[in-house]
């Protein structure tokens, strides 16, 4: 090192990440991820202790450069440019009578489905006991998918809840597939249409579940938006849809809006 000073563990991270981005450790020709060098190697390399060089590599990973796999080494993780996303209120149909709601995409973008989509029985989380009146934890439906646009990693964790009474009203929905039009089409067929909804997003750390299928550090934090649908019958809560993004892959745009109070020039004639 210059001067044969050893760098602090975020002067390490620091040099490591310029060689990362300078393209050093590149993916296979098989897709596999490029792999950092061993951390013997980067202790004898820089002059530092096995601590500094841990403590470097975990500063790029709450980064999202890159991800521990225990022996197998520290892989460099595919940068995907963030999406800066114009997001309207507005929920449309598509041409396969599938509700569309708005979402960090863009038109007309192909996405693919990671793993295999599913729907079981599983603890109900604080946020959909609550909408539904039942306790934390009792078994309900949950229909989940991980998705991503085509050739990227995965993007987005999409966990469905449905009430107890909206899979006594229309069965099919706690089904693999619930036919033309989806889950929401079958409840608002049995009475619950038209359904109308409420999103609030927040911002937590992600569960070691979150980390593993998003193929993200446990550091980084997620962005959740909640998804609550009510039914047009009564207004209740029928089904709560979770959305959980990493928190560097995404930014949402809003165009701000003059109230007339603030019109310009001022009608008042007052500056």
Known sequence: ?????????RGLAQLLRER?????????????????????HLMEQYGVARQTVRSAISHLASEGLVRT??????????RTERRRIKRSQIVTKNTAGMYVFPAASYADEPWQTHGTPHASYEPAPAVAAENFGIAEGEEIVRRRRVMSPEGEPPFQIVDTWLSPRAVSDAPKVAEKSTGPGGYLNRLE????????WQEVT??????????RLLEIPTSMPVMELILVGRSGRDNQPIEVTIRIIPGDRVELVADLIRDESAAWPPKDGRG
Request: charged share 20%; net charge negative.
């Open 20 to 40: 990362i981005e300078g393209g050093e450790f590149p993916p296979e020709p098989d897709g596999t991820p490029g792999v950092l060098p061993p951390i013997t």
């Open 202 to 211: 927040r911002v937590r750390m992600p569960s070691p579940e979150d980390a």
């Open 69 to 78: 796999a225990g022996r197998k080494g520290t892989f460099v993780l595919p």
């Open 189 to 196: 067929e049995v009475g619950h249409g038209p359904i109308s």
């Open 1 to 9: 090192m210059p001067n044969g000073t050893a760098p602090s563990s």
